[in-house]
């Protein structure tokens, strides 16, 4: 029988700490990795290495000051490693040419420093090079989005899945696939030349906010947010604005994650516990992210052509930011904006928040009606805020034996333990009472 091991031993501590230092710094050794080795399977694989070493290094010496710093460099010495043993193999004049940098910064430190701190100040960075790498036009699109978000993200192929409501096995094929395609296609290690920009745009901008949409709501675990993964899809967001200026949907896509990042502060108490919108203290709202995310929107509204999605989506955001509370919310104008998004974007999700807005502009019948009719979609069949609504809209209609079983029902959908508590309290305030 396998005795189980003490939360507080050495390795039990380090194993947390470790996988907590994945969830931060994995894009960042794998893009780093990948610039040496140009190939971002082996790079993925090179990391999980320096995360080993970690979990073998780290219960005897202690966590170091500075965990990224260590895991880069236990990834560029392995990374160098491969690159010696593949050229001594090879000893084709081609394949040294092309690490012949790799292999004097390995020899060379002061050099290796200065290379690092020139292209830190390029705007396309390691983890730019490394979305665009994923985004690359030779995979599908859906392959494009679940690889970056592993590689960049840090999410598991469960977390994907539930992002893109498509089986698990699905996003780990594509996954896998994506890998294979990439490295037999070698495709290079670089931000694409302006003219190739376009066709890849699109799948980046999905891709970044699906990451700051897994850190503004986690998927699953304890948390409700993941700030840290906000802040990166921000940090990327920013560059590609500055390497696209004239694109309105960068700009767009910014404001959109400015405005809504502005809530993190107050969306969870001081235990951890969730805060829907409606319940937020406003005055914890960040303004600083919010003057940017309006400053966005206006760039956005300078370029040419009509507004897209992500521009459509920041206009809603900004329809909260200015109301000065809940009750000064313009809901009319909401149920406008996404009459407009749904010209673009028919999803049932997006059909559903529209519902969710015309209750709150028209009363819950007119939007129970809607979201009626949305139940019969496949892609909502596991979604736990179609029952959240519906639970939202009966209980407003004082059918609350109705709404509790279906705040139940989504409380039993979700894999998030603050989403289950929120959900499970509504539950149990509409539950009959003896």
């Given at each position: 029988?396998?005795?189980?091991?003490?939360p507080?031993?050495?390795?039990?501590?380090?194993?947390?700490?470790?996988e907590a230092?994945?969830?931060?710094?994995?894009?960042?050794?794998?893009?780093?990795?990948?610039?040496?080795?140009?190939?971002?399977?082996?790079a993925?694989?090179?990391?999980q290495?320096?995360?080993?070493?970690?979990?073998?290094?780290?219960?005897?010496?202690?966590?170091?000051?500075?965990?990224?710093?260590?895991?880069?460099?236990v990834?560029?010495h392995?990374?160098?490693?491969?690159?010696?043993?593949?050229?001594?193999?090879?000893?084709?004049?081609?394949?040294?040419?092309?690490?012949l940098?790799?292999?004097?910064?390995?020899?060379?430190?002061d050099?290796?420093?200065?290379?690092?701190?020139?292209?830190?100040?390029?705007?396309?960075?390691?983890?730019?090079?490394?979305?665009?790498?994923?985004?690359?036009?030779?995979?599908?699109?859906?392959?494009?989005a679940?690889?970056?978000?592993?590689?960049?993200?840090?999410?598991?192929?469960?977390?994907?899945?539930?992002?893109?409501?498509?089986?698990?096995?699905?996003v780990?094929?594509?996954?896998?696939?994506?890998?294979?395609?990439?490295?037999?296609?070698?495709?290079?290690?670089?931000?694409?030349?302006?003219?190739?920009?376009?066709?890849?745009?699109?799948?980046?901008?999905?891709?970044?906010?699906?990451?700051f949409?897994?850190?503004?709501?986690?998927?699953?675990g304890?948390?409700?947010?993941?700030?840290?993964?906000?802040?990166?899809?921000?940090?990327?967001g920013?560059?590609?604005?500055?390497?696209?200026?004239?694109e309105g949907?960068?700009?767009?896509?910014?404001?959109?994650?400015?405005?809504?990042?502005?809530?993190?502060?107050?969306?969870?108490?001081?235990a951890?516990?969730?805060?829907?919108l409606?319940?937020?203290?406003?005055?914890?709202?960040?303004?600083?992210?919010?003057?940017?995310?309006l400053?966005?929107?206006?760039?956005?509204?300078?370029?040419?052509?009509?507004?897209?999605p992500?521009?459509?989506?920041?206009?809603?955001?900004?329809?909260?930011?200015?109301?000065?509370?809940?009750?000064?919310?313009?809901?009319?104008?909401?149920?406008?904006?996404?009459?407009?998004?749904?010209?673009?974007?028919?999803?049932?999700?997006?059909?559903?928040?529209r519902?969710v807005?015309?209750?709150?502009?028209?009363?819950?019948?007119?939007?129970?009606?809607l979201?009626?009719?949305?139940?019969?979609?496949?892609?909502?069949?596991?979604?736990?805020?179609l029952?959240?609504?519906r639970?939202?809209?009966?209980?407003?209609?004082?059918?609350?034996?109705e709404?509790c079983?279906?705040?139940?029902?989504?409380?039993a959908?979700?894999?998030?333990?603050?989403?289950?508590?929120?959900?499970?309290?509504?539950?149990?305030?509409?539950?009959?009472?003896?």
């Amino acid at each position: 029988m396998t005795q189980a091991r003490d939360p507080h031993d050495p390795f039990t501590a380090t194993r947390r700490a470790v996988e907590a230092v994945w969830r931060i710094e994995s894009a960042k050794v794998i893009a780093h990795a990948a610039r040496i080795v140009r190939d971002v399977g082996v790079a993925e694989e090179i990391a999980q290495d320096a995360f080993v070493a970690a979990l073998e290094s780290w219960p005897a010496s202690g966590i170091p000051e500075n965990p990224g710093a260590w895991l880069m460099t236990v990834a560029k010495h392995r990374a160098l490693d491969r690159l010696r043993r593949a050229a001594s193999h090879a000893r084709a004049h081609e394949a040294m040419g092309a690490d012949l940098e790799a292999l004097e910064a390995h020899f060379a430190p002061d050099f290796v420093e200065a290379l690092d701190a020139a292209r830190e100040n390029e705007i396309g960075d390691d983890l730019l090079r490394l979305v665009f790498v994923a985004c690359h036009p030779v995979l599908p699109k859906e392959g494009r989005a679940a690889l970056t978000l592993r590689l960049l993200g840090g999410l598991t192929t469960a977390e994907i899945a539930r992002a893109f409501l498509v089986p698990e096995a699905t996003v780990a094929q594509r996954i896998v696939r994506a890998r294979r395609t990439l490295a037999a296609a070698k495709v290079p290690f670089e931000v694409p030349r302006l003219a190739d920009l376009e066709s890849r745009l699109d799948s980046v901008f999905e891709v970044i906010y699906l990451i700051f949409n897994e850190g503004y709501t986690a998927t699953a675990g304890p948390d409700w947010t993941r700030p840290a993964l906000c802040e990166e899809a921000l940090r990327l967001g920013r560059i590609l604005a500055e390497l696209v200026p004239r694109e309105g949907e960068v700009h767009g896509l910014v404001a959109l994650m400015e405005l809504q990042a502005s809530r993190l502060p107050a969306r969870v108490d001081r235990a951890g516990r969730a805060v829907l919108l409606a319940d937020q203290d406003r005055s914890r709202w960040d303004a600083l992210l919010i003057r940017r995310g309006l400053a966005a929107i206006a760039r956005g509204a300078a370029c040419a052509g009509a507004p897209g999605p992500y521009a459509l989506q920041a206009a809603l955001a900004a329809c909260h930011a200015r109301a000065p509370n809940a009750a000064a919310t313009d809901w009319v104008e909401i149920v406008s904006i996404y009459d407009a998004l749904l010209e673009l974007d028919a999803s049932p999700v997006v059909r559903l928040n529209r519902a969710v807005a015309v209750g709150m502009a028209h009363g819950p019948q007119a939007a129970l009606d809607l979201v009626d009719a949305l139940c019969a979609e496949p892609a909502l069949r596991h979604y736990p805020w179609l029952p959240a609504a519906r639970g939202d809209l009966l209980e407003k209609l004082a059918r609350r034996a109705e709404a509790c079983a279906e705040f139940a029902r989504a409380a039993a959908l979700t894999q998030n333990v603050r989403d289950r508590e929120v959900l499970l309290a509504r539950a149990q305030s509409c539950a009959p009472r003896a």
